[in-house]
């Protein structure tokens, strides 16, 4: 059974940092990504990470702020978020998808886990 199980929510303070972790299990993925959803609006991309971890896509929102990184020995993906922001506030979601390609499409991963509440306080 193919599971996507995300960790490290919370609440901070505008300025602070969180790391959030997600455990795969049930199925070698290629590439992973990280979701987000605010209240109201659509979910959207925050970061995406190849196989080896040497590819790595960012939202122009979180670019220079947040780091996607994998320990590939574990299944873990990992998203440390620096310099938060109240606009950063909303539900994260790790995706996982078998084809090699670094996408953003959100129609493009095959399995998603069931999110892990972030916000930040201004």
């Known amino acids: 059974q193919v599971q996507l199980v995300e960790s490290g929510?919370?609440?901070v303070q505008a300025g602070g940092s969180l790391r959030l972790s997600c455990a795969a299990s049930g199925r070698a993925f290629s590439t992973y990504g990280w979701f987000r959803?605010?209240?109201g609006k659509?979910?959207?991309?925050?970061?995406?990470?190849?196989?080896?971890?040497?590819?790595?896509?960012y939202a122009d929102s979180v670019k220079g702020r947040f780091t996607i990184s994998?320990?590939?020995a574990k299944n873990t993906v990992y998203l440390q978020m620096?310099?938060?922001?109240?606009?950063?506030?909303?539900?994260?979601?790790?995706?996982?998808?078998m084809g090699s390609v670094v996408t953003g499409?959100?129609?493009?991963?095959?399995?998603?886990?069931?999110?892990?509440?972030?916000?930040v306080s201004s």
């Open 9 to 11: 929510g919370g609440l």
């Open 37 to 39: 959803q605010a209240l």
């Open 42 to 57: 659509e979910r959207e991309f925050v970061a995406a990470v190849s196989r080896s971890g040497g590819n790595t896509l």
């Open 70 to 72: 994998r320990d590939s």
């Open 82 to 97: 620096n310099s938060l922001k109240p606009e950063d506030t909303a539900v994260y979601y790790c995706a996982a998808r």
């Open 105 to 119: 499409s959100r129609v493009a991963y095959d399995s998603w886990g069931q999110g892990t509440q972030v916000t």
